[in-house]
C-alpha cells in the first residue's frame, strides 16, 4: 500500500513583497524565498506550501487577510485556472514597473551591464484583444474547475475546446470568452464547438489514447482586415469535413482563408503537414509603414501586431542607419526586420535556421519591390563564419533577434570578429541577453536599452540594446 503523501503546512499571515522575473509573486519567511502565484505585492495571505526546498519553497494563497493597495479586479472568467494573463490582478502601470525592474535587474546583476542610458519601458496602446494569432486545442477530456466539481459536473459532458492546462499535455480547459484576439475568435471557435456538439460525427481529440476528429483550431488576424482560419482533423472524412468547412465560411464571410490539415501524428504541430485551401486564399496580408508582408498558416510573425511596429522602430532608431551601411540581420525570421529598415540601408543581409522561413522573406522583398536584400537559411553558427564575412563585405550594424537562448558562442565570436560599428540586440529573454552582452564587453559599450511590452497581462518583456564600439578594446 502506497504511503499517504505528507501535507505540507501553511504559512499565516505572510506579506508578498516582490514579484519574481518568471511572473510568480515572491515572499520571505525566516531564510526562505517562497513563489506564490496569482498575488500581489503587499498583499498578506496564508500560503498552503505545494513545494519545498532548502532554500525557496512554493505555494498557494488559501486565505486573504489584506489585498494589496495596488491591485486590479481580473477581467476574465478564467483568470487563475488558465496559463495565460496571470498579472491581470495588476494594474498595468504596476506589471510595467515590475518588467522595466526584471530587466534593468537582471541586465546589472547578471552581465555586470554598465549602461549610459536607461529608457522607460515602452507599453503597450491596447492591453486586450491585442494578438494576431491564437491556437486552440479541442479535447475530450476537458479540465474541472473547482466549482464545476463541487457542483456536480456531468461527467458524460467533457468536450473543451480551449487551451492547455499548464504541465498537462492531455487536459485542455474549455474557453468561454477570451480576451487576447479580436472578439471574432471567440465567435468562431463557439461556432465551430456548437456544430461538432450537435452534429453526429465530430468526436473530440482523445490526447491520451489518439482517437476522434477534430483536433486543433487556428485563427489568424491581420490589421488589413484579413482573417485566417484552419482546422486540423485526426483522418479525412470528407462529408463531415466539407460540411463543417461549409458550414463556418457561410456564417463567418469575413474569413478570407479557410484551410484544413489532415495531422495523423501523435503531437499538434503541422510545421510539416500539407495545410490544404478549402475556400480563399493560402495566406493573409499584414501591413506595416506601407510594407506588405504574406503571413501563410506556418509563417512567423510577431504576435502583437501593433506593438511589433513600435519594437521595431526602437530597433531602427538604434542602428542609426544613414542609407549607406551594409546590415546584417541575424535570425531574421520571415524577414520583417530586414525589409523593415532596408529602405534606411545600403544593402541588408538576412539569415534564419528555418528555410520555409527565408522563403517567406524573399516573397516580402519581392512583394514590396525591395531589392537590397539578400536572405540564407542554415544554422546560425555554421552561415555566419569568418569566409561569409569576407566574401559578403564586414557589416556597418548588425541587429540580431535570437530566441529565448540567447546566441551560440560561435556566433559571438564572429560578430567580434566582424567588428560592426554598432549592434541591436533584440531580446525576449533579459537573463539570456545580460549572458551575450557581458560576452560581447570585451570591445562594445552598451550605449542604450529600452525595454518593450509586446504580452499585457504576462511576465514576458523584449528589450531592446544599442551596443558600440569601443575605441580602445579591455
Given at each position: 500500500m502506497a504511503r499517504k503523501k505528507k501535507q505540507l503546512p501553511i504559512l499565516e499571515k505572510v506579506t508578498i513583497t516582490d514579484v519574481a522575473a518568471e511572473g510568480k509573486a515572491i515572499a520571505r519567511v525566516n531564510d526562505w524565498v517562497v513563489f506564490v502565484p496569482f498575488v500581489a505585492p503587499g498583499d498578506v495571505v496564508d500560503i498552503q506550501l505545494t513545494r519545498k526546498k532548502n532554500s525557496y519553497a512554493e505555494g498557494k494563497?488559501?486565505?486573504?487577510?489584506?489585498?494589496?493597495?495596488?491591485?486590479?479586479?481580473?477581467?476574465?472568467?478564467?483568470?487563475?485556472?488558465?496559463?495565460?494573463?496571470k498579472w491581470q490582478h495588476l494594474p498595468y502601470e504596476e506589471q510595467l514597473y515590475y518588467k522595466q525592474k526584471q530587466v534593468y535587474d537582471t541586465l546589472t546583476r547578471i552581465g555586470k551591464v554598465e549602461m549610459e542610458e536607461r529608457l522607460p519601458i515602452l507599453g503597450s496602446e491596447r492591453t486586450t484583444f491585442y494578438r494576431n494569432k491564437l491556437e486552440f486545442t479541442f479535447s475530450n477530456k476537458k479540465w474541472l474547475?473547482?466549482?464545476?466539481?463541487?457542483?456536480?459536473?456531468?461527467?458524460?459532458?467533457?468536450?473543451?475546446?480551449?487551451?492547455?492546462?499548464?504541465?498537462?499535455?492531455?487536459?485542455?480547459?474549455?474557453?468561454?470568452?477570451?480576451?487576447?484576439?479580436?472578439?471574432?475568435?471567440?465567435?468562431?471557435?463557439?461556432?465551430?464547438k456548437e456544430y461538432c456538439l450537435s452534429h453526429e460525427g465530430y468526436p473530440f481529440f482523445d490526447l491520451r489514447n489518439q482517437e476522434g476528429f477534430v483536433r486543433t483550431l487556428m485563427i489568424r488576424t491581420a490589421s488589413t482586415g484579413d482573417l485566417m482560419v484552419v482546422l486540423v482533423f485526426f483522418h479525412e472524412d470528407v462529408a463531415r469535413r466539407e460540411a463543417l468547412l461549409s458550414h463556418l465560411a457561410e456564417r463567418f464571410p469575413e474569413i478570407t482563408s479557410l484551410m484544413y490539415v489532415i495531422n495523423g501524428k501523435c503531437n499538434d504541430t503541422i510545421t510539416d503537414q500539407e495545410v490544404l485551401v478549402f475556400k480563399g486564399k493560402d495566406h493573409i496580408i499584414e501591413e506595416m509603414e506601407g510594407l506588405r508582408f504574406k503571413v501563410g498558416p506556418k509563417s512567423f510573425y510577431q504576435t502583437n501586431s501593433e506593438q511589433a511596429y513600435n519594437?521595431?522602430?526602437?530597433?531602427?532608431?538604434?542602428?542609426?542607419?544613414?542609407?549607406?551601411?551594409?546590415?546584417?540581420?541575424?535570425?531574421?525570421?520571415?524577414?520583417?526586420?530586414?525589409?523593415?529598415?532596408?529602405?534606411?540601408?545600403?544593402?541588408?543581409?538576412?539569415?534564419?535556421?528555418?528555410?520555409?522561413?527565408?522563403?517567406?522573406?524573399?516573397?516580402?522583398?519581392?512583394?514590396?519591390?525591395i531589392e537590397n536584400t539578400l536572405f540564407y537559411a542554415g544554422d546560425m553558427k555554421d552561415i555566419l563564419t569568418r569566409d561569409f564575412i569576407n566574401q559578403h563585405g564586414r557589416p556597418d550594424v548588425i541587429i540580431t533577434d535570437p530566441p529565448r537562448a540567447g546566441m551560440h558562442d560561435d556566433v559571438i565570436n564572429t560578430i567580434l570578429f566582424a567588428e560592426p560599428e554598432r549592434i541591436v540586440y533584440v531580446s525576449c529573454n533579459p537573463a539570456t541577453q545580460a549572458r551575450d552582452l557581458s560576452l560581447l564587453s570585451v570591445r562594445y559599450a552598451v550605449k542604450k536599452v529600452r525595454p518593450v511590452d509586446m504580452f499585457p497581462h504576462t511576465h514576458h518583456v523584449e528589450n531592446v540594446v544599442l551596443l558600440e564600439k569601443k575605441q580602445t578594446y579591455t
Open positions: 494563497a488559501v486565505y486573504f487577510h489584506e489585498y494589496a493597495a495596488k491591485r486590479a479586479e481580473p477581467f476574465c472568467e478564467h483568470f487563475g485556472v488558465c496559463g495565460g494573463c474547475t473547482e466549482e464545476e466539481i463541487q457542483s456536480g459536473a456531468s461527467l458524460d459532458r467533457m468536450n473543451g475546446v480551449g487551451f492547455h492546462i499548464p504541465g498537462m499535455f492531455d487536459k485542455v480547459l474549455d474557453i468561454h470568452k477570451c480576451w487576447l484576439q479580436d472578439d471574432i475568435s471567440n465567435r468562431i471557435r463557439l461556432c465551430v519594437l521595431y522602430k526602437v530597433a531602427r532608431e538604434f542602428a542609426g542607419l544613414t542609407g549607406n551601411e551594409m546590415v546584417y540581420d541575424l535570425y531574421t525570421g520571415t524577414g520583417t526586420i530586414a525589409n523593415f529598415v532596408s529602405r534606411q540601408a545600403k544593402k541588408v543581409i538576412g539569415i534564419e535556421y528555418v528555410p520555409e522561413a527565408i522563403e517567406d522573406a524573399k516573397v516580402n522583398s519581392a512583394l514590396n519591390h
